[in-house]
């Protein structure tokens, strides 16, 4: 069973504002492992599919911050991550039900991230 990554734009992702530290190079690493990703941001949905699609990277869903728990009951996943750089991200990861990770710690401890492929 697949693992599924969620991650937040604005300060989480290099081409957020403010720009993250996660590059898209790391998003394609990701994807090309087999997990699940997509994103989940205040951004709308509309930009936020735009981001993805002018990046060249076909994610799996795009959802509003607030509606993260629709991904858990679209997509059966061995583990759930959302990664951001607020409380706000942990509070609706948690409450989704997915393990959150803020972005500086999941750069330097999710292998995922990390593994040059």
Do not use: N
């Not at 930009?47 to 990277?57: F, L, P, Y």
């Not at 996943?77 to 393990?99: C, L, N, P, R, V």
């Amino acid at each position: 069973m697949a693992k599924l990554i969620s991650f937040d734009i604005d300060g989480t992702l290099e081409v957020g504002d403010p720009p993250g530290s996660i590059t898209l190079e790391m998003v394609r690493r990701v994807k090309q492992q087999g997990y699940v990703i997509g994103s989940c941001s205040d951004r709308t949905i509309s930009t936020q599919q735009r981001i993805w699609r002018e990046a060249g990277i076909d994610v799996d869903f795009t959802v509003l911050k607030h509606q993260l728990d629709r991904v858990k009951e679209q997509f059966q996943a061995e583990q759930y991550y959302h990664i951001g750089d607020t409380d706000m991200d942990k509070y609706f990861s948690e409450k989704a039900g997915f393990d959150f990770l803020f972005v500086d710690v999941a750069v330097e401890g999710l292998p995922a991230l990390t593994a040059q492929s």
